[in-house]
Structures are given as structure tokens and as C-alpha cells.
């Protein structure tokens, strides 16, 4: 079943038990969920969710949900995974403060300045690490982990074994998602509904564009982007073998019904390997059973044990499968209208002149309280049956008195309030004393108001900052160029551009050599590879060593995975972080800057978020920077057009993906690191606030993709003759991005 690497960590791991995590996008799904065997439930509120058309939660039905869950020994997650603007962190602090008193037992998170803020504000949460930050592997797992996050949800594009391996690190708990729909990008990566519609995934209002039709190469429309739904029911023994500490099913958009279906078949198969691991099979009227709870047609066991390949792809239609009414009327029988129970016993006792007292057991825990004084019945005294109903009810949610036994004096009298006063002051004490195990001392030491807490000076460094890191250079209209072929490179260093960063191109003796000549004439700065996976680090090893030549001043990074690498490489050169590392308010910035030199703002903030993250990070250190010319990457993806429509050549190249309006996305293949990227149609062109001197940034960068040598050299001069006038662009295709209006 797993090959010899993963079995020699079954043993350990195999003894945990793992918990599963399941969606709920409203109170009817908490409960179904809860009701079907989830161990923990992951919701979003009102507001900083990453599904922001779910119905979602009030922080009044959070709470009450944090307080079932907590009596059921259960957990509730919180979906804080969206990218935050400066402006709406005191609006975070009063979203999480009560829900924070309440108990919630950890936030799920992207940004990074959320996650410092909540590490300052709110120190006794969990920190989980979205999938969104688009962690690949044990490296970037490791760098989190000493930042103080206590579970990573890796990307989903990762294999068994490199999960594995990040779960052996044992640094750090592991989720990993084993049930639901697949993203065609990786996770964070994603700026095509962002680009085209101004719906930013990023904020949790993704349009899905994947699910449209496309045409590869001016072929026929399909659906090439759009992923089969995830199930992983026949290898779940293979998933609990490899110490994943929790399994995610996705689906926070769908029905109360999905929610507490699967559950229940995942609950189902979970235990029936825990008891006995050698008869472990799954029966066809239970995957019948999954694929009726809105699921696409075609299912797929998700990147598990493949890297990509067209049998993960609808491309002949993304549609869903009908669902059975009566399988659904089933589960909201069974689990939503009935939702979670705890079958409590009880015993009272009644002795006259004496205090009555009751007792409730719930699994190990007894709890035992005294009520008034019982007295001598006067003219009819109590029965059995009479005290035995009144102590019998109540209107709690989840307590049923499955058994009671009680013993009394004859002829004894209490009042009928009496008797109800004891039987609440039973639950509650119960209630409290389960609530207990999940305690929340020190939760209530923070002010009300976010306002009344004394805020921290801005130094002009932050703290473990790396020497060296950071740049003193205010001026604006500095040009920086990205290139990807000599062509490019060629025209860059004619046009004596001051710094010239290299992407996708393989570092020959020649190419190297070109560049020795050229050395006193800019810098050279080398860009690593969007995606770094652990297969290759003796890939990114070398290109480490590359850097570190005389030739580069630098590296430019795009993932958390890459930086955790350099510094355990003890990497001393300049480090530059793109675009993708979404830095969108100063907290983030304080974090990133930490190690990077020089830090390129999102391309989603307008053109005052952007003067206003300037304004709060002047002086902190880190140079702030640009992206003003080039074609966007709208996507990054393990998956590969090029093998979904033919065989692989595995030589990497251009294709082209049109849309329905004719639009053309060139999509390069990444050979080396096994990635496809997709460009927009038109490239980003901020020629108008750079000509004013008006980009928030110091530095604005050009990046060519696709360009001739010609047409590179001149956008160079265009953006150039700026300095001097300010005269239209020669091309007339271009898009201004988010500067204007910013995302939704």
C-alpha cells in the first residue's frame, strides 16, 4: 500500500487518532455535521472569510456554536483566511474579540499581518496556515512553525510522500484535504477572477473562471481548467498511515446536507480502519452515496499520488451530479433536524429535612448539586413518576436524560419550582464543568475596544530583522526589468537599465559568461521559481550556488518555501519578495521585511491603499517596489494544458488558451519545476502614474514574457522618454489593474 519511506513512520503515527474537519457555511450544517461524526467543524463569520457568498455566521451564532461544540468535546475553526487592508484591523479585533472570549479554538489564516496581529492581540488562539499561503513544503512548514503557527493546511497539489515528510519534520501539525472540489491553481496563486472581473479570491469572492470553456492552441473548446472533485474514500488508509493529523473536507459553499452526508461516510471509514485495517473496503452504495451530494460527474482521487495529468480534468463538462431527494430527506433526518445529542444519567435523591440533591453523568465526568430543603408533605406528597418527570426535562440543545433513578423518602414534598430550579443547576453545572476541559483563562484580559489598547511605537526596523536587509533610497522613477529570454536580456542592458532581473532562463556556461562581461554595467539579480517542492531542492540547491557568484547581487522570491531555504542556507546576498507574497498592509510588510531588501507591493490595492502602506512603512526598513509593466501571471498551476490536450515534450515553452471572447492567455510550461503559468491577454501598464512620479513605490519594474527583443526594447524607451514628457504608449492593448478601484 504506502512504499518503504512511509511505512517506517505508520507505526508512531498510526496510534494518533486523526481528526476529522468538516465544512459548515450556516448553523444547519454545524449541527448536521456535529451530528454525523465530525471531530471538528471550520466556519466562516460575516466578514475576512475566503467564501464570502456563503451564508456564513453572526458572531452570536459563532459563539453558541464554539459553546455545542466545546459540550460535545468538539472544536471550532475560523475561517480568517482572506487578505487584509490596513484600514479594517480594528474592525478585525471587535469581529474576533467575543469569539475569542467565547472559547474559539483556532483561525485559519493567509496573511501574514493578520497572523501577526492575532499572535499580539489574542495569543492563546491556534494559528493555522491556510492553504491559501500556498506552503509546498517542509521548509516553508518549518519557517511557519517558529513563527508560532500551530498547523499548516499544505497546498493540495502535494503527494502522500511529501506530506509525510512534512508530518515526520514534526514540527508542526498537518491537515491536508481529502474530499471535495479542486482549485486548477494553486492555492493563492490565483489572479485570474481578480484581473478580468475585479472579484479577488483572494478576498473570498473567486468567480470561478476556471469553469469556463477554453480553446488550447485555437482548438476546440473545452474545459481544460477545470478540475475533477476530490474523493478519497478507497486510499483513506494510506492517507491515516502517513500521520496527517487532520482530514479536511471542502464545502464550506454547499448544502447543510452535503456537509453532514459526507461526514458521516468519512466518520464511516475512518473507524471501520481504525477497528480493523486488514478488512478495510469501500462499499459502492457509500461512493453512490458521495457522488449524489453535489459532486461533479467525475471524481478523482486528488495529487496523491500524481503530479497532473488530463484524467483530473472535466474537460467536457464541469457540471454536477443530480442528488437523490430521498437520500437527502434521509440525512436531514438522521443528522440536520436531529442534530447532536448527549445521552446523560441522572439520579436524584430526596431525604427529608435534608437538602435535595442531584447528580448527571456524562462519560467520565460527574457533577452533583444541592436544592432547597426537602419537605414533609402536608397534604399530597410527591411520587416517583411526578419527580421523575420534572427532573427529567429540558430544553437544553444537546443534554437527554437517557436514564434516571431516584430514591426518596415517602411521603416527601418539594414545589414544583424547586424541583426545576435543581434540575437547571444540574445542566448548568454540568455544562460548565464539560466547558472546563477547554479552558479560557486570560481570555478577557484585553480591553472591549480596540481603541482603549495602548498601541506599540513603529520602530524603523522590526525586530529579527536580517543585517543588511533594507534600503535607504527614497527617490521614485527608478526602472528595474524582469526578462526571460537574451533577446530581452540583450536590449536591457543597451537601454542601461540599473538592475536586470533573469526568470526562466537555464544558466549556461555562456549565458553566464555574457553576464561576467556585463557585470560593471547593472546588477543581475536571479528569479526563483514560483513553486518550491521538495523533489526540487537540489534544483534550487544549485541555483543558490548560481546566485551566489559575483555576478548577482540577489535573488527574487515568491514563496515562503524559497525563503525558509535561503535562510537555512545561510544566504547572504540581497533578497527580493514579488508580488505574490501579498503584501497588503504594514503588518505583513513587517513580517516579510524581516529578511527581504526590498518588497514589491500586490497588485490588488488601489492606487490610496498603496500610498497609505507607504506612508506606515517609511522608515521600517525594505525598499518598496513596483510592478508597472507586463502581463500579469493569472495562474499557477501544477497542472499542465500542454499534457491535458497531447503528450508532454517536456520542453518548457509557450501555448495559448482563448476564451469565449477571444481572447488569447499565453501559458508558459515550466519544465524544471513542473508548473504551468498563465499570463493575462494584455499586460498591466501604469504608465500614467509613473510619467507623474506618482506610484507609491520607489522602484518600477518592467517584466517581458512573451515580448520580441523589439518590442521589449521599445516598451524600455517608452517608459524611458518618461522622465521627459508624458506621451500616450505606442501599444494600444493594455490594462491599469486594480490602481483606480482596487477588489472587492
Excluded at 461516510?265 to 469501500?282: A, G, H, L, M, S
Excluded at 560593471?520 to 540547491?541: N, Q, S, T
Aim: charged share 30%.
Amino acid at each position: 500500500m504506502l512504499n518503504t519511506e512511509l511505512r517506517e513512520i505508520r507505526m508512531e503515527m498510526n496510534q494518533k487518532k486523526v481528526e476529522l474537519l468538516a465544512p459548515a457555511g450556516n448553523y444547519d450544517a454545524l449541527r448536521g455535521a456535529l451530528a454525523a461524526g465530525a471531530d471538528a467543524v471550520y466556519l466562516g463569520g460575516n466578514a475576512f472569510g475566503a467564501r464570502a457568498y456563503a451564508e456564513n455566521f453572526s458572531k452570536e451564532e459563532i459563539c453558541r456554536g464554539v459553546r455545542m461544540a466545546h459540550l460535545l468535546g468538539k472544536k471550532i475553526y475560523l475561517t480568517v483566511n482572506t487578505l487584509v487592508r490596513e484600514r479594517e484591523f480594528e474592525n478585525l479585533y471587535d469581529f474576533l474579540q467575543p469569539l475569542y472570549e467565547a472559547g474559539l479554538d483556532g483561525a485559519i489564516i493567509q496573511d501574514m499581518g493578520v497572523f501577526s496581529f492575532i499572535r499580539e492581540y489574542f495569543p492563546l488562539l491556534e494559528l493555522h496556515v491556510s492553504t491559501q499561503m500556498t506552503v509546498t513544503s517542509v521548509y516553508g512548514a518549518r519557517l511557519l512553525a517558529k513563527e508560532g503557527a500551530k498547523r499548516v493546511v499544505p497546498a493540495r497539489e502535494l503527494s502522500l510522500k511529501e506530506l509525510a515528510e512534512m508530518k515526520k519534520d514534526g514540527k508542526i501539525e498537518v491537515e491536508a484535504f481529502v474530499h471535495g472540489a479542486m482549485c486548477y491553481c494553486y492555492s493563492g496563486q490565483c489572479l485570474f477572477s481578480s484581473i478580468l472581473g475585479g472579484r479577488s479570491g483572494n478576498r473570498g469572492r473567486c468567480a470561478q473562471p476556471c469553469r469556463l470553456p477554453y480553446g488550447v492552441n485555437h482548438g476546440k473548446e473545452g474545459y481544460p481548467l477545470s478540475m475533477k472533485d476530490m474523493c478519497t474514500l478507497t486510499i483513506l488508509p494510506e492517507l491515516i498511515e502517513a500521520g496527517i493529523d487532520s482530514f479536511k473536507i471542502e464545502g464550506r459553499m454547499k448544502k447543510p446536507e452535503y456537509a453532514a452526508g459526507v461526514t458521516a461516510i468519512y466518520r464511516k471509514y475512518i473507524d471501520r480502519f481504525r477497528q480493523n485495517p486488514q478488512e478495510y473496503r469501500v462499499e459502492k452504495e457509500d461512493m453512490d452515496f458521495l457522488q449524489s451530494l453535489y459532486i461533479r460527474t467525475e471524481i478523482q482521487e486528488g495529487y496523491y499520488h500524481r503530479h497532473n495529468g488530463r484524467e483530473m480534468i472535466t474537460i467536457g463538462s464541469p457540471s454536477y451530479s443530480g442528488s437523490d431527494e430521498k437520500l437527502l430527506e434521509g440525512i436531514r433526518r438522521d443528522y440536520i433536524r436531529t442534530g447532536p445529542g448527549l445521552a446523560v444519567s441522572a439520579s436524584a435523591i430526596l431525604r427529608k429535612n435534608e437538602t435535595a440533591r442531584m447528580s448527571l453523568t456524562l462519560g467520565d465526568t460527574t457533577v452533583t448539586v444541592s436544592g432547597d430543603v426537602v419537605q414533609m408533605a402536608k397534604k399530597q406528597p410527591l411520587s416517583k413518576e411526578k419527580i421523575k418527570e420534572q427532573l427529567s426535562k429540558s430544553s437544553h440543545e444537546l443534554f437527554d436524560t437517557a436514564f434516571l433513578e431516584v430514591e426518596a423518602d415517602p411521603a416527601v414534598f418539594m414545589p414544583v419550582s424547586s424541583l426545576n430550579q435543581l434540575r437547571r443547576d444540574a445542566f448548568f453545572r454540568l455544562e460548565q464543568e464539560l466547558l472546563s476541559a477547554f479552558g479560557r483563562e486570560g481570555r478577557n484580559a484585553r480591553p472591549l475596544s480596540f481603541a482603549q489598547i495602548p498601541k506599540k511605537k513603529e520602530t524603523e526596523a522590526e525586530p529579527g530583522r536580517r543585517e543588511g536587509a533594507g534600503s535607504k533610497n527614497k527617490r521614485r522613477g527608478i526602472l528595474h526589468v524582469l526578462v526571460s529570454t537574451r533577446e530581452q536580456l540583450a536590449e536591457a542592458l543597451a537601454a542601461g537599465i540599473p538592475r536586470i532581473y533573469l526568470d526562466k532562463m537555464r544558466l549556461t556556461k555562456e549565458l553566464s559568461a555574457y553576464l561576467s562581461a556585463h557585470r560593471g554595467e547593472c546588477e543581475f539579480f536571479l528569479a526563483f521559481p514560483w513553486i518550491f517542492r521538495r523533489k526540487d531542492a537540489d534544483r534550487l540547491e544549485k541555483m543558490i550556488s548560481q546566485a551566489e557568484q559575483d555576478i548577482f547581487a540577489g535573488v527574487l522570491i515568491r514563496n515562503v518555501d524559497t525563503l525558509s531555504f535561503l535562510m537555512e542556507k545561510s544566504f547572504k546576498k540581497q533578497i527580493v519578495s514579488d508580488i505574490n507574497l501579498y503584501t497588503w498592509n504594514s503588518r505583513a510588510f513587517g513580517f516579510w521585511s524581516r529578511w527581504a531588501d526590498e518588497i514589491y507591493l500586490p497588485v490588488e490595492l488601489n492606487f490610496h491603499e498603496l500610498e497609505e502602506m507607504k506612508e506606515r512603512t517609511d522608515g521600517r526598513g525594505g525598499r518598496l517596489s513596483s510592478l508597472i509593466y507586463g502581463r500579469l501571471p493569472m495562474m499557477i498551476s501544477a497542472n499542465c494544458v500542454r499534457k491535458t490536450t497531447k503528450d508532454c515534450d517536456k520542453e518548457p515553452g509557450y501555448s495559448v488558451l482563448t476564451d469565449r471572447y477571444r481572447k488569447d492567455f499565453p501559458v508558459y510550461t515550466d519544465c524544471d519545476f513542473c508548473y504551468n503559468i498563465i499570463y493575462n491577454s494584455v499586460p498591466l501598464s501604469l504608465h500614467g502614474l509613473f510619467a507623474k512620479k506618482q506610484t507609491p513605490a520607489e522602484v518600477g519594474r518592467l517584466d517581458f514574457t512573451v515580448e520580441s527583443g523589439v518590442e521589449c526594447a521599445n516598451v524600455i524607451r517608452y517608459f524611458q522618454s518618461l522622465s521627459e514628457k508624458y506621451v500616450e504608449p505606442f501599444y494600444r492593448d493594455f490594462t491599469t489593474g486594480h490602481y483606480k478601484r482596487g477588489v472587492e
